[in-house]
């Protein structure tokens, strides 16, 4: 496999499972050195070492942070973690994978709070740019750079308990879009990845995420769910040099669920 990310760094926020691992692992199998944070508690202390250890089999460097990416009074003290890990280097690619949000109704005895709408759009939107002001005004961003991140069809198509959620969505698309406009003289590009529905944690935190598994097996043309793999293909190819002139959209990774 050609390696042609080998002097190249990538901060993922959200690292450790789903289309985040699975898109630190595509990117380690093609020399990206990587920096990782993710939320784990010190039983899952093995079982993130060993996700870990096989991204180091493939003899990248790697720095991981078990930390809440979405705490603004951490950011300085995260930065400075960066700052020692990158020395001189600085970063290709910035993903944004954090799943982090309030999964209740609107109606009925349990419904969602304004807090939850701001904790939930916050750590799902507006952390995207907390992360890019930052990274820009520390100096850290190659040139050129990358901003990916993950939104969902949920920003557009409203579905029960996902409305939170779904602001948040709709808040990453916007913030996305005027990251381009505004970066654009400085060589970073920004894009959102919309994958189609994926069996990952996040979607089985979703209530009846059976239901939506069998509705998308239903609209998608290929009768095949998306996989994390299939959508770290695309954050692979959006990392090489010849997607420089992709920014500023949302790119559908569904195998055409989203067509009916």
């Known amino acids: 496999m050609v390696k042609e990310f080998q002097k190249n760094y990538a901060l993922i926020l959200g690292g450790s499972s789903g289309l985040g691992y699975a898109s630190a692992l595509k990117l380690a199998q093609h020399g990206m050195n990587l920096i990782i944070f993710y ?18 089999s493939f003899e990248v460097e790697l720095l991981t942070i078990n930390s809440d990416a979405t705490r603004e009074d ?12 990158l020395k001189d280097q600085k970063l290709s690619v910035l993903l944004h994978s954090i799943s982090k949000g309030n999964l209740k109704p609107l109606r009925g005895t349990h419904t ?20 890019t002001k930052a990274l820009f005004e520390a100096h850290l961003f190659a040139k050129p750079a ?14 029960t308990s996902y409305a939170a959620v ?19 003289p400085y060589q970073i590009t920004s894009n959102c990845i919309q994958a189609g529905v994926t069996d990952t944690l996040s979607l089985s935190m979703i209530p009846m995420y059976e239901e939506l598994k069998k509705a998308s097996l239903v609209r998608n043309p290929h009768n ?23 920014t500023g959209t949302v790119i559908k ?3 055409g669920e989203s067509l009916q």
Do not use: C
């Open 39 to 56: 939320r784990a508690s010190r039983m899952q202390t093995e079982e993130m070492k060993a996700k870990f250890d096989i991204l180091r």
């Open 74 to 85: 951490k950011l300085e003290e995260n930065l400075l973690k960066i700052k020692a890990f």
């Open 112 to 131: 969602l709070s304004t807090n939850d709408f701001q904790q939930t759009i916050h750590s799902m939107g507006i952390s995207l740019y907390s992360w």
């Open 146 to 159: 990358r901003i990916l991140s993950f939104t969902s069809e949920g920003s557009i198509r409203p579905m």
């Open 166 to 184: 779904s602001a948040a969505k709709a808040t990453l698309e916007a913030i996305n879009r005027s990251i381009a406009l505004e970066f654009a």
């Open 224 to 246: 095949e769910l998306t996989t994390p793999e299939r959508v770290a293909n695309v954050v692979y190819l959006l990392s090489k040099e010849e997607a420089s002139w992709i």
């Open 253 to 255: 990774v569904d195998g």
